[in-house]
């Protein structure tokens, strides 16, 4: 199946230009550890990162034929329901824990992923050792992991910078404005995102994407269905 979104121009190529996005996206792989950063520590790139991680599990669900779940590891209870699943992502797929510090959660995402789930954690602190740890219980269970960088909540910046090569990518995410929609109506959520690092190829590579937009139908059915349309005194807004 292919992934939900699809490359739209690069920086160093003409802006008209649309080739295939596959090479790129394709770095996501079972086996590896991936890290995703937001491109600057607001609350705005922060959900950006968060929603472009949630299309790369959305598409890793898709192209499995296990039908195992994914885990969800966090400091912060806040995934939205609506939001996953118009995304691409079908909150019933996904376990979420709730986790009391960095290490706790580096050590649930790793026993996961050794155990053969794929999924993610958010982390502020990530470092060489922690990551040789989940790089090898991604390949002993032969998962998929995410690293999202996440600042812990009051804090004004991450706890340190990123030091691991052992993750397989890194990559840096950003908002960027989405194309309109017929009758003037939102565009798709859009990033432009560079591969700062990837094993055995060149890194800084500069690109934008756009991703699928599943739209309410994605929650028929769903138990969060009664809250894809809150009343307007109750409306939540953002999607991730």
């Given amino acids: 199946m292919s992934f939900p979104v699809y490359f739209m121009f690069s ?54 034929r296990a039908d195992l779940p994914l885990i969800w590891v966090s400091g912060q209870a806040d995934l939205y329901g609506p939001g996953l699943a118009m995304l691409g992502l079908d909150p ?50 032969r998962a998929m992991g995410l690293v999202l960088r996440r600042r812990p909540h009051g804090a004004k910046k991450l706890s340190s910078e990123s030091d691991s090569f052992a993750v397989s990518s890194r990559w840096r995410i950003e908002a960027t404005p989405s194309l309109m929609l017929p009758g003037r109506s939102p565009g798709r959520p859009c990033w432009r995102a560079e591969i700062l690092y990837a094993r055995g190829q060149a890194g800084g590579k500069n690109f934008c994407l756009e991703g699928a937009y599943h739209g309410t139908d994605a929650l028929a059915g769903h138990r969060f269905a009664g809250l894809a349309d809150p009343p307007a005194d109750q409306r939540r807004f953002g999607i991730a």
Avoid: K
């Fill in 11 to 64: 920086s160093a190529t003409n802006p008209l230009a649309t080739p295939s996005c596959a090479d790129h996206l394709a770095l996501f792989q079972g086996g590896q550890i991936h890290e995703i950063q937001p491109a600057d520590e607001d609350e705005q790139e922060a959900a950006s990162a968060t929603c472009f991680a949630v299309t790369v599990l959305a598409r890793w669900l898709a192209v499995q």
């Fill in 92 to 141: 019933a797929r996904l376990l979420m824990v709730q986790a009391s510090d960095d290490s706790v959660a580096l050590a649930c995402l790793e026993a996961a992923l050794r155990a053969g789930l794929s999924g993610l954690v958010e982390s502020a602190a990530f470092g060489r050792v922690a990551g040789r740890r989940l790089a090898l219980a991604a390949r002993v269970g």
